[in-house]
């Protein structure tokens, strides 16, 4: 009953809060996107890059959440910008990975028979590879949206906003109301995220494909 309590007089600031968090974790996310899928069809090919450059963003998720947040702080200042470029690079590794992970396995044979079809590098990238790759690829960046969403409760330590100031609050004020208000919108928020990138990747892959 405490709960429902909270959620109902505190559903202004919840609903201020799962807008922000919205806002970051959508940002992140899309500009991960932007800069993986790319990169890793870049890196395919120039693979002898690839272990660099994937290793280098593995590396940054060694470093723990709030020490990242506080070097963007130290270069760019508190705030919303400081925690969308965090989390971006977060972001990074499972779709640079996966995309490159999933062009490198298509069956070469498969390729062979598109050039031997007259098809141009661009179109054997189009029309061969990323159909046949795009499983993987999504399945990189579901796994990138469900932690994003996660990660970016530690934006209320750099006065990002988000539902982690509910969750700080409550650790605060030792009130368990507080953490499940902020916790369970983010959760749910997760599974929104998963879901939306699913429904897209069964419209993206090609039937035959998903058989």
């Known amino acids: 009953m405490e709960l429902i309590h909270t959620f109902v007089e505190r559903k202004t600031d919840i609903w201020i809060a799962f807008q922000e968090h919205i806002v970051m974790s959508a940002t992140s996310i899309l500009s991960a996107i932007l800069i993986a899928v790319p990169l890793g069809i870049l890196l395919t090919r120039f693979r002898k890059l690839a272990e660099w450059v994937i290793g280098a963003t593995a590396v940054i998720q060694t470093v723990p959440g709030l020490a990242l947040l506080a070097f963007m702080v130290s270069f760019i200042g508190i705030g919303r910008d400081s925690a969308v470029i965090a989390f971006t690079l977060y972001a990074l590794l499972p779709i640079l990975r996966n995309t ?8 070469p044979a498969i390729v062979e028979a598109g050039r031997g079809m007259g098809m141009t590098s661009r179109q054997i990238l189009l029309k061969v590879e990323l159909p046949l790759s795009l499983p993987i690829i999504m399945a ?3 796994t990138a949206s469900v932690f994003t969403v996660g990660l970016v409760t530690l934006a209320t330590f750099i006065g990002a906003g988000g539902l982690g100031d509910l969750i700080n ?4 004020m030792y009130r368990d109301d507080l953490i499940l208000a902020g916790a369970i919108p983010a959760a749910l928020l997760a599974i929104l995220f998963d879901l939306a990138f699913r429904f897209l990747e069964r419209v993206a892959v090609p039937r035959g494909i998903r058989l």
Do not use: A, E, S
């Open 100 to 107: 490159y992970t999933g062009i490198i396995r298509v069956d």
């Open 169 to 172: 609050r409550g650790l605060g």
């Open 140 to 142: 990189g960046i579901r």
